[in-house]
């Protein structure tokens, strides 16, 4: 017989973990299990293994509402971030709720039903089964776990030395001693080239043109104080805040006053790497602050190997490989035994699953999303989409509190089915996402869109998202129940 859970969780990182924990703690009487493709829990953090791995954002921000973060350390290493996960899922007894080695690969909706009809493939069998469920709840990331973007570049094959994609980084990739190129001028590329630069002969970050940087403590003395003075949760609820705080002050002084925002940014690079460097070809952007994400570097490790020599900038373009290392349109040729493609990520929404609701598909860039979360007329579904100017968790924590919200108002109410509407004349589509970074735009024709009014907006604003998430009515109007 096909097995029915009320709900049906999709991905077990750091959204699949925070759904769990509100639908334990919200929905007591929801029968619900977690699918992950997978074979262990951790999505992100368990999936990237390159040197340095560690959070962008502050880990008072990126941890559970529910579950302080009480390392000293606010900007961690991948490895203390999986622990944590690990942690959160076996003291709350989520990690009982997970099944690994499950792909979803489809999801039929019935409304004779009131059901999803949700195909799975078992990489541990190699076989497909069936699970029925009330409501569908996608938490699994937005990008593609099975590869990032990686270019196709002219003399590839001729290269003799090792390409790699941090995504694809193994164990076994040997930098030691040895001369690197690191293509790219993300996150990914200035937590790399610090980090290899400790062992490598030289490291140079390769870009075709500069990203916005800043420096940060990877220890918040603040956090530290208080969890000394404080008990923890609280302690971690007013360094929450004041991070959030931090963070909202700075986008919206980003938008209001780009050119002194602009300003202010260079400068902090220009005293980090002296008045001799030239900041003005490798880390002075053409767009303005938060069209793109910033990039966090802790401590100012970057700067500081850049400062020892250990590694450098050059920002050109690619002619193509050759067989000793990298030749530039500058006529410059780079030399290369390890060349690292940190090129970016291949975004891949509803993790490729194919939706049908009575018969008709949906595909992403056709619909709407409500609240950020949900899809106009796709019932009983929802999707768990962090920031993109803040921390995920954020995002993800106030998405899981809502759908348990939401379930709860259908339980007392004894509906099956909800089902966003848009009827508004005046509400016009725009893009889901306002951000110019390049993962972005490559997938942009796959996303679904944004309304121009609430609730079909989407803010980026974790103050608003609260009123509208956690305090607004279930029952709106939008909404239809039945």
């Given at each position: 017989m096909t097995e029915h859970l009320d709900v049906l969780v999709v991905g077990a990182g750091l959204?699949?973990?925070?759904?769990?924990?509100?639908?334990?703690?919200?929905?007591?009487?929801?029968?619900?299990?977690?699918?992950?493709?997978?074979?262990?829990?951790?999505?992100?953090?368990?999936?990237?293994?390159?040197?340095?791995?560690?959070?962008?954002?502050d880990m008072h921000t990126l941890g559970f509402a529910f579950r302080p973060w009480e390392d000293q350390k606010a900007i961690a290493d991948g490895p203390a971030i999986l622990k944590y996960l690990h942690e959160t899922a076996a003291e709350n007894g989520i990690d009982q709720h997970i099944r690994y080695h499950r792909k979803v690969t489809s999801a039929k909706w019935s409304s004779a039903t009131n059901r999803w009809t949700v195909t799975v493939f078992r990489s541990d069998e190699d076989r497909e089964e069936e699970i029925t469920c009330s409501f569908l709840f996608m938490c699994s990331g937005y990008?593609?776990?099975?590869?990032?973007?990686?270019?196709?570049?002219?003399g590839q094959d001729d290269f003799q030395g090792e390409i790699v994609h941090p995504q694809k980084w193994a164990d076994d990739v040997a930098y030691e001693g040895k001369r690197v190129v690191v293509i790219g001028s993300g996150a990914t590329a200035m937590t790399l080239v610090p980090e290899l630069a400790k062992?490598?002969?030289?490291?140079?970050?390769?870009?075709?043109?500069?990203?916005?940087?800043?420096?940060?403590?990877?220890?918040?003395?603040?956090?530290?104080?208080?969890?000394?003075?404080?008990?923890?949760?609280?302690a971690y609820g007013i360094t929450r805040w004041k991070n959030v705080g931090?963070?909202?002050?700075?986008?919206?002084?980003?938008?209001?006053?780009?050119?002194?925002?602009?300003?202010?940014?260079?400068?902090?690079?220009?005293?980090?790497?002296?008045?001799?460097?030239?900041?003005?070809?490798h880390f002075t952007p053409r767009y303005n602050p938060w069209d793109q994400r910033v990039c966090l570097v802790p401590d100012g490790d970057l700067f500081k190997a850049i400062r020892s020599g250990d590694a450098s900038v050059v920002t050109d373009h690619i002619d193509r490989f050759t067989k000793d290392g990298i030749l530039l349109k500058s006529g410059e040729e780079l030399p290369a035994d390890?060349?690292?493609?940190?090129?970016?990520?291949?975004l891949l929404f509803l993790s490729g699953m194919?939706?049908?609701?009575?018969?008709?598909?949906?595909?992403?860039?056709?619909?709407?999303?409500y609240k950020a979360m949900m899809f106009r007329d796709v019932p009983n579904m929802?999707?768990?989409?962090?920031?993109?100017?803040?921390?995920?968790?954020?995002?993800?924590?106030?998405?899981?509190e809502y759908v348990a919200r939401l379930l709860g108002h259908m339980k007392r109410n004894q509906y099956l089915?909800?089902?966003?509407?848009?009827?508004?004349?005046?509400?016009?589509?725009?893009?889901?996402?306002?951000?110019?970074?390049?993962?972005?735009?490559?997938?942009?024709?796959?996303?679904?869109?944004?309304?121009?009014?609430?609730?079909w907006r989407l803010d980026q604003n974790y103050a608003l998202d609260i009123l509208n998430l956690r305090y607004s009515k279930v029952d709106d109007g939008i909404m239809e129940f039945r």
């Open positions: 959204s699949g973990i925070g759904a769990a924990y509100y639908l334990k703690e919200r929905c007591p009487g929801h029968r619900f299990a977690i699918l992950e493709a997978r074979h262990t829990l951790g999505g992100t953090w368990d999936l990237f293994r390159y040197p340095g791995v560690r959070s962008d954002s990008y593609d776990y099975a590869g990032g973007h990686a270019p196709d570049f002219d062992k490598a002969a030289h490291v140079t970050m390769l870009q075709r043109s500069p990203t916005y940087v800043v420096s940060k403590p990877a220890e918040d003395a603040i956090a530290n104080r208080l969890r000394k003075r404080l008990p923890a949760k609280l931090i963070g909202m002050f700075g986008f919206s002084a980003s938008r209001r006053l780009p050119k002194q925002v602009k300003k202010l940014m260079i400068k902090g690079v220009r005293e980090a790497l002296g008045p001799d460097y030239d900041v003005e070809k390890l060349i690292v493609t940190a090129t970016g990520l291949r194919t939706v049908h609701v009575d018969g008709q598909e949906v595909k992403p860039a056709d619909t709407m999303t929802a999707v768990s989409f962090g920031y993109t100017n803040a921390s995920w968790t954020l995002k993800s924590d106030l998405t899981g089915r909800c089902t966003p509407r848009q009827n508004d004349p005046d509400v016009h589509e725009i893009p889901f996402l306002d951000f110019s970074s390049g993962y972005v735009t490559r997938a942009s024709a796959n996303l679904p869109k944004q309304g121009s009014k609430v609730p």
